[in-house]
């Protein structure tokens, strides 16, 4: 008798969890039409922004040495450390992932005396991880805020590089070996602006040999400024 009271239970929450997606969608699908092509929020949330973006028509092209292609190289500059080899990422979720050391030591060069300097919060970090000598912290909110300026990212899955450690205690990152000097070079071949986003195709220069080439393709924002949606090589 018990079995058979609590199927249709459990058949009535299904049914409400379908409708509920249901509504969902309708409502997102009528806010797309209110919102029409500028609704970049809602295509991102779903990662069916990039076809679109890629089918755009170009609408004007740009100087490779012009402060535009200075503000998108800094981007993929964060990328390059002793390699002039990158690893394609279809969306910007993935750059995090497949770029969390690259992105961690650009944080160590750029402020390393903060990151060194505050003796305090390493005697800390050491109480909370007895068993290590620490020498570097990097709070995980800093790669947040990069990844947030650069790549779009409203959150960020922490975890180790494959030199950086995570301390999820202290909610920090640590390494234990100088950073990484940078020896290679972005060299924009050529930028394409679309309704939304800025295609750059570039390659990189490491001691005089160049790269195969590769596009970059920025969504633009509100402000002026762009993030880093997707990297392929050409």
């Known amino acids: 008798m018990q079995g058979m009271y609590y199927k249709p239970r459990r058949r009535h929450r299904h049914g409400k969890g379908k409708l509920a997606v249901l509504l969902l969608l309708c409502t ?6 209110v919102a029409g092509s500028n609704a970049l929020w809602l295509k991102g949330l779903f990662g069916l922004d990039l076809m679109d973006y890629r089918a755009e028509r170009v609408e004007a092209t740009h100087a490779v040495d012009s402060s535009l292609s200075a503000s998108l190289c800094d981007t ?15 969306k910007s979720g993935d750059f995090v992932k497949r770029y969390r050391d690259e992105l961690l030591n650009h944080l160590l060069e750029e402020g390393y005396s903060r990151y060194t300097g505050d003796m305090d919060a390493i005697r ?17 909110e800093d790669l947040e805020a990069l990844a947030m300026r650069h790549f779009g990212l409203q959150s960020v899955s ?13 909610d920090c990152y640590t390494f234990s070996m100088k950073s990484w000097e940078k020896s290679v070079r972005v060299i924009p071949e050529s930028i394409e602006e679309t309704y939304h986003t800025y295609r750059m195709v570039f390659c990189l220069e490491e001691s005089g040999s160049r790269s195969e080439s590769y596009q970059a393709i920025f ?8 993030y880093l949606r997707a990297l392929e090589k050409v």
């Open 76 to 90: 993929l500059e964060l990328l390059t450390v002793g390699s002039t080899e990158l690893t394609t990422v279809k």
């Open 219 to 226: 969504v633009k924002r509100s402000d002026g400024s762009a």
């Open 28 to 33: 997102l699908f009528l806010v797309s039409c």
């Open 124 to 140: 800390e970090a050491e109480l909370a991880y007895p068993n290590l000598t620490l020498s570097v912290l990097i709070p995980a």
């Open 158 to 170: 922490h975890g180790d590089g494959e030199l950086f450690t995570y301390l999820e205690k202290i």
